[in-house]
């Protein structure tokens, strides 16, 4: 949140609101565990792709969750191998990991399971 690579990374793969610094600072301050984000750096050490995560525990058993408390909060990538790195970052935690991901391409049967489903409307609000 404080990384300034980290919003760099946030424009240049177009995130959003879930993905800012203010919106995660405003998470980890309201609800006190720490945020940290699962990064690929390119050849400059410039990080190309990213995702946030929390590593919650609690009344249910311990899991990563991508975001917590945003509608949604796709991994920030451009190529299938940083996907693959950000998985596998994940991965080394040995926990379930839990995604909110409106990027109906990051459904891969063979590699994650699908628990739930919700509906997303948007209404386009270029030129009124």
């Known amino acids: 949140m404080t990384d300034p690579r980290w919003s760099a990374l946030v ?3 177009r995130g959003g609101l879930f993905h800012s610094p203010p919106w995660l600072g405003a998470v980890q301050d309201a609800y006190g565990f720490p ?10 050490g410039q990080p ?7 590593c919650l525990e ?3 058993a311990p899991r990563l969750v991508a975001a917590p408390f945003c509608d949604t909060c796709d991994p920030l990538f451009e190529c299938p191998e940083e ?18 991901c409106l990027d109906a ?17 948007t209404i386009s609000l270029g030129e009124c």
């Open 11 to 13: 424009s240049r793969r």
């Open 35 to 44: 945020l940290r984000a699962g990064v690929v750096l390119d050849a400059d």
């Open 48 to 54: 190309s792709a990213g995702i946030p995560y929390a």
């Open 58 to 60: 609690g009344l249910s």
């Open 83 to 100: 996907w693959d790195q950000l998985l596998a970052a994940l991965a080394a935690h040995g926990l379930p990991v839990h995604l909110r």
């Open 105 to 121: 391409d990051l459904l891969e049967p063979d590699r994650l399971l699908t628990t739930k489903r919700a509906r997303w409307h």
